[in-house]
């Protein structure tokens, strides 16, 4: 019996460092582009065994220790393992709560969320790749979860990795479609995990979480710009030491006004909560000299600027993607956007909304 299960890339569409503070507002989309996990039982004897197709495949061999899942012998977890790793510990602990035998499993990952070179877009892997993971298990054990376990597993796995991680993109990656998202605080998480273990964890108050689909808006396209840069998420959020309270205050309030926007399928409000969106991470980046806006970004959002889209970076800026949200009733402004991007040195990205369940449109 071979198990498979994908989850879908995203791309912020706001909020972005204000929802690493617990309890702020985030704005997400779900893309099709995939990880996808599989499993399949192991010969006996054969425990378990971890495969990913980054950097031309890379295996690992765990074994049980205690409680805990480790490498066997002496082998340290690869970089390109981690969240994988995470994952299957996380389960793996769970299944031993709730006393399921652990028979042996080959659970093999890959994505395509880079390019053919293997460079990364900022489309979320490690989200993608947990939340992917997650699920095959969960059904390869029969463990019956429903999105928000799975959501909840998944971010138990990634702050293992990245305690700060605000889980945006866990959670997009879990439902599909558009989705607002206010992170839950994970010190309270990570403190109940280890004092009450998975399955008490899964089933208590998380403080802060909320998580609410939104419409997929029907009169403006999404238009994705690959700068060609990778970034690093994390060192850009250490960089953002100092009191942000000011920032945070004024991100979720526009991020407010953008789901009440989205939920209207006003097309002009959610331009203009776009645009203040971008001006408050421009402002940021003044003020706190993180390198959110590279030269490329500034460009791709002068580009949108230019031809009346709401142009913004998605995530954490300093490389990765940028957004513009423009009216699909402009196809040739839609077309001198793409142009001008091009001529920037900038990759259009050709990603549609990887609808949630049940999403009509
Ligand atoms: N195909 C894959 N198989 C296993 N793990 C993956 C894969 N793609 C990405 N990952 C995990 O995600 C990490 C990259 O995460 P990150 O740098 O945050 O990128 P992203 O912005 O795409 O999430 C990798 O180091 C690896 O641990
Ligand atoms: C700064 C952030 O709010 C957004 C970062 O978004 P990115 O899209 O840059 O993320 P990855 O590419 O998956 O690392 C940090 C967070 O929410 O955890």
Redesign the pocket.
């Known amino acids: 019996m071979t198990v498979s299960c994908r989850a879908p ?1 995203k791309l912020f569409i706001a909020g972005e460092y204000a929802v690493v503070e617990p309890g702020h507002l985030a704005v997400l989309t779900a893309v099709d582009r995939y ?1 996808t996990a599989t499993v399949t039982a192991a010969e006996p004897g054969d425990g378990i065994t971890l495969h ?3 950097n031309g495949g ?1 295996t690992l061999s765990c074994g049980r220790h205690g409680d805990e899942l480790s490498p066997t012998s002496d082998a340290v977890v690869p ?6 790793f995470a994952a299957v510990s996380v389960v793996h602990r769970l299944l031993l709560e709730r006393a399921v035998p652990v028979s042996g499993f080959r659970l093999s ?3 395509d ?2 390019d053919a070179d293997g460079r ?10 947990t939340v992917a993971t997650v699920a095959a298990l969960g059904q390869h054990f029969d463990l019956g979860l429903d999105s928000m376990d799975r959501y909840r597993l998944a971010l138990l796995a990634t702050i293992a ?2 305690p700060r991680a605000s889980g945006g ?1 866990v959670a997009v990656s879990t439902w599909g479609g558009w989705l607002a998202y206010r992170s839950p605080d994970r010190a309270q998480v990570a403190a109940s995990l280890a004092r009450d273990g998975v399955d008490a964890t899964l089933r208590s108050p998380w403080p802060g979480l909320s998580v609410r689909p939104l419409p997929t808006p029907t009169e403006l396209t999404l238009q994705v710009g690959w700068t060609g840069n ?1 970034a ?3 060192a850009l959020v250490a960089g953002l030491d100092g009191d942000r309270t000011t920032f945070r205050a004024h991100s979720n309030e526009c991020v407010e006004r953008l789901v009440a926007a989205i939920e209207a399928d006003d097309a002009h409000a959610v331009r203009i909560e776009i645009d203040s969106a971008r001006a408050l991470l421009v402002d940021l980046d003044t003020i706190s000299g993180l390198g959110i806006m590279t030269p490329r970004l500034r460009a791709l959002c002068d580009a949108g600027a230019a031809v009346g889209a709401a142009a913004k970076p998605s ?1 954490a800026g300093g490389g ?1 993607c940028g957004i513009a949200l423009i009216e699909r009733t402009r196809p040739a402004a839609i077309a001198e956007l793409t142009g001008r991007w091009l001529t920037a040195g900038i990759r259009p990205l050709p990603l549609r909304t990887h609808l949630a369940e049940g999403d009509p449109r």
């Open positions: 890339g990880a990913s197709d980054l890379v970089a390109s393992l981690s969240y994988v990952v890959t994505a969320l880079g990364k877009f900022g489309l979320g892997s490690s989200a993608a790749v990795v990245n993109d990778p690093s998420t994390p995530g990765d």
